[in-house]
């Protein structure tokens, strides 16, 4: 079965800083998504970033990018020049292809000290 | 276009008492999702629908019934509510067949259920 790993529960930047979220994952597979998603005080649950298996280059969104190290199954979030509003709980999820269902971590509480 | 909506935002129950959660997308998404969320256990997933009419279990289905008459709208039953049914509940959509885009979901933005 496959499981999704957060073993950071807090962490904590200074603005403008970067921080590193960590996540490891366990699959059999070859091919399959991984994904984090933000959820700020809202509640709302928003995708940051994704990351299709098969492609070697990592994926980057303005100031986030990921470090997709496959053979490892480990899959970092980077927040570059962090902001007050990236304050939230980031969770790591992955998705097997053909499979509908998503894994997620158990998440990750992001603090930003202004 | 609303994204995905949820109602209601918040409720009480007590223990015994029924209630229904009401999802709806206007994405012309084929599957939807109902999940919980609990302090430090992220999101499991109770129920999925992968179309109009058809439902399937998820991690956690025990104590919830859905029903998906329309492809716009899941709903999520508790017939005799629990406390430990008090979580928060979040829906969400996947894949048109016109964008594709199956692996990403869009999620609702949450309801807050208190059973006492």
């Known amino acids: 079965a496959q499981t999704v790993t957060q073993s950071q529960p807090e962490m904590s930047v200074q603005e403008a800083e970067t921080v590193t979220l960590s996540c490891t994952y366990d699959?059999?597979?070859?091919?399959?998504?991984l994904f984090w998603y933000k959820q700020p005080p809202s509640r709302q649950m928003i995708l940051v970033i994704r990351?299709?298996?098969?492609?070697?280059q990592n994926a980057t969104e303005n100031r986030f990018s990921v470090n997709f190290q496959k053979a490892a199954k480990s899959f970092s979030l980077k927040i570059s020049d962090s902001q007050l509003g990236d304050a939230a709980m980031y969770f790591c999820a992955y998705r097997k292809t053909s499979y509908d269902k998503v894994i997620f971590g158990p998440g990750t509480s992001l603090s930003v000290i202004p | 276009n609303a994204g995905v909506t949820q109602t209601p935002k918040f409720r009480v129950l007590k223990t015994g008492q029924s209630m229904t959660l009401l999802c709806a997308q206007d994405?012309?998404?084929?599957?939807m999702y109902w999940y919980r969320q609990d302090p430090g256990m992220g999101l499991r997933l109770i129920h999925y629908?992968?179309?109009?009419?058809?439902?399937a279990k998820g991690e956690v289905p025990d104590g919830y019934n859905v029903s998906r008459l329309k492809k716009q709208n899941f709903l999520l039953g508790l017939e005799s509510a629990a406390p430990s049914q008090t979580s928060v509940y979040f829906c969400?959509?996947?894949?048109?067949?016109?964008?594709?885009?199956?692996?990403?979901?869009?999620f609702g933005p949450g309801t807050r259920l208190l059973v006492l």
């Open positions: 699959t059999s597979e070859s091919d399959y998504y």
């Open positions: 629908s992968v179309g109009e009419g058809t439902t």
């Open positions: 990351q299709e298996a098969y492609k070697q």
């Open positions: 994405m012309n998404h084929e599957y």
């Open positions: 969400a959509s996947s894949y048109s067949i016109s964008s594709g885009g199956q692996e990403t979901q869009y």
